[in-house]
């Protein structure tokens, strides 16, 4: 494919990707907005990206998570639900694994996102494989930046490892979670900071008052017990 065809290809998929947000957030934000965030977020991932072919597809993921942010932070939306946001160095491990657990564990009752002061280039492959031994799936993920509308959205913002390279805003609820770095480390040393984190994600959904998918399921199923019972 020569380069003039690439680049053509990119066009179409940023103008494809620019209609899909302007539908998802009309009366909340101007065309101009959109554009702005998506251009930024396209930047973001084509400056070391060694293909561009899933690049506007990252760029729309990321461009939509940070305008509904946005659109949370300026009082333009309210779904009430608790959100919390991992951040770590890297955004390919701890924070990743974090954002795995709470995904599998809150479903739709609560929102998370993760970002990195330093975001790399892949997730780390160690930390996919350690979460899909205990079932969850975190392969489509990518590193990205932890922006201010981001932190500021977010109800708790837990910290591991960026130190002062995580951006600080007074009022916001922060946690410091001291775990090892995965990187450069095996599965089997993975394992117990896989496990750990998934302890800390589950007292901070307790902490939040979110009914972790087991109990809602452990719930659930009481429930029939106790219905098909009161039928005998």
């Not at 101009?32 to 930024?40: K, P, Q």
């Not at 990252?58 to 305008?67: C, G, I, W």
């Not at 701890?94 to 954002?99: V, W």
Request: glycine share 6%; net charge negative; hydrophobic share 40%.
């Amino acid at each position: 494919m020569s380069d003039r065809m690439l680049i053509t290809e990119q066009r179409l998929a940023l103008r494809s990707a620019t209609t899909r947000l302007a539908e998802d957030f009309a009366g909340v934000f101007a065309a101009e907005t959109i554009e702005r965030f998506l251009n930024a977020s396209w930047d973001q991932f084509s400056t070391n990206a060694t293909t561009l072919s899933f690049v506007p597809v990252l760029a729309e993921r990321f461009a939509r998570q940070r305008l509904r942010a946005l659109a949370r932070v300026e009082g333009k939306t309210d779904d009430g639900l608790p959100t919390v946001l991992f951040l770590c160095v890297h955004n390919a491990g701890r924070s990743q694994m974090a954002l795995g657990w709470f995904n599998q564990l809150a479903g739709d009752r609560a929102i998370a996102w993760s970002g990195g002061s330093e975001p790399t280039d892949e997730v780390n492959p160690v930390a996919i494989a350690a979460m899909a031994e205990v079932g969850i799936d975190i392969s489509s993920e990518y590193p990205k930046p932890g922006t201010d509308e981001i932190v500021q959205a977010a109800d708790v913002v837990v910290t591991m490892g960026c130190g002062d390279a995580c951006p600080l805003f007074p009022g916001k609820r922060y946690e410091d979670w001291e775990l090892d770095d995965p990187a450069r480390l095996d599965l089997a040393a993975v394992r117990p900071i896989r496990d750990e984190i998934g302890q800390r994600v589950r007292a901070l959904l307790d902490s939040l008052g979110v009914v972790t998918t087991s109990t809602a399921r452990s719930r659930r199923s009481c429930t029939t017990s106790s219905t098909t019972t009161r039928r005998r």
